[in-house]
DNA sequence: ATTTTTTTTTAGATTTACCTAAAAATAAAA
DNA sequence: TTTTATTTTTAGGTAAATCTAAAAAAAAAT
């Protein structure tokens, strides 16, 4: 198996190869906060042992064996981060980096029992979904609401970005998962966004609507 | 704080100086599994940081913030056997490997949350107590099984073994936690003992005994 | 009180993941 | 199409935790 690094380097290339399909080693580095030249080095092992296809100067994709590794390590950072929430009762804006230490604990039936413990979610705190424990899961498309037109309206049913800043920011918004919104308005001055919640105007910035996710409701 | 390692190694000097106040370079390697070389590298590096105190050749001594670094550690991997075996139905043959992952894992807020969600347990699957988070924990003075005379008998409290194979012999031989037992007879030829539980008359060996706590019901 | 054995330490290497500085390849701009 | 800028790689080095082999100290045995 591999190693807590190795773990985190695949995570993050499956992750920034959602986006890119080809990953760069400038991309890679500063997701795992290092140097260009040792994502090089990392690379090179993580191609000899068979988990990324690499080229020269090309970037990296992940093979099959790369692909359910990283897949398998989001499985065990969402059931955590489930965990986190549900039962001991931590805020979605908190359970990040203690899940990123959890997802490292190397048991298949620890991730099992928990996954039951938990009554088999199939989707984590923040929306994002829980592969099942062959690496299945529903391909969610929700659409970003900076995307949404004037007089649309759904359910927020996720969040792109997970910094605690971010998150308390919603929180205080009370632009929480499963909420219904409605787009009133978009400002021409600065592209900021007027919606609709709870009966209550408010008004977002476009830095804030980029990373919330929709499941639109059709359109008007 | 310290790294996994150093946690590692000053959780395996606590244990050893329960037996002996003076722990040696040796019997840490074995427990760590490595070898004296290294340790005697680690030990200089843990009195540079002030978790023991150490003369050369004469061994190490937790100082109090060794003790108390070792004793937040002892007081995770508890916990979460807890959990292991409470929540998810895990034996207690099978929890020491993952609570030897999970009690790495830094985060203040998640022990202490945990340790409520658990309802404040006061001992481990195998009987061990559970330190409080400041440290405090009722200090066990069990007697071991091999110890009791003929005709004492006591209650199981404890085992000082933790292996898969000897916790899976006692659940076979119905000697686990809470059980009355009783002392029938002690083999002259090889001082296997002969014991009462649960109306049956069973036979274990000295090993066996020997890892067996008793919390003894007065004599006869 | 020596000798022998055991325990512990030193010296010098290895591996993993990282670094800096400089070189090479690719991409973008003039 | 050169020149310039960006990206990536190489080369050589560091720190943590380990190792082997050999030396030194302490303990046990004669």
Do not use: C
Request: hydrophobic share 35%.
């Amino acid at each position: 198996m591999q190693s807590f690094t190795e773990e985190n380097y695949l995570k993050i290339i499956y992750h920034l190869a959602e986006s890119s399909n080809n990953v760069q080693t400038n991309a890679i580095a500063e997701q795992m906060q290092t140097k260009p030249a040792s994502v090089t080095d990392m690379i090179k092992k993580l191609a000899d042992k068979g988990y990324v296809d690499y080229v020269k100067y090309q970037g990296v994709t992940l093979t099959e064996k790369g692909k359910n590794a990283a897949i398998d390590i989001v499985r065990k950072h969402r059931l955590w981060e489930v965990f986190l929430v549900d039962k001991l009762n931590f805020k979605w804006d908190e359970v990040h980096d203690v899940a990123e230490e959890l997802e490292h604990i190397k048991s298949e039936t620890l991730i099992e029992r928990l996954d039951e413990f938990l009554g088999f979610p199939k989707s984590d705190p923040h929306g994002d979904p829980i592969p099942d424990k062959n690496g299945r899961f529903a391909k969610t498309h929700f659409t970003k609401l900076i995307d949404l037109q004037v007089g649309d309206g759904g359910t927020i049913t996720g969040v792109s970005q997970h910094s605690s800043a971010f998150l308390k920011l919603l929180e205080k918004l009370g632009l929480t998962l499963g909420k219904q919104i409605q787009i009133n308005d978009v400002t021409d001055f600065d592209g900021s966004v007027e919606i609709l919640v709870a009966d209550k105007q408010i008004n977002i910035s476009r830095e804030v609507a980029k990373h919330i996710l929709i499941s639109s409701n059709g359109k008007n």
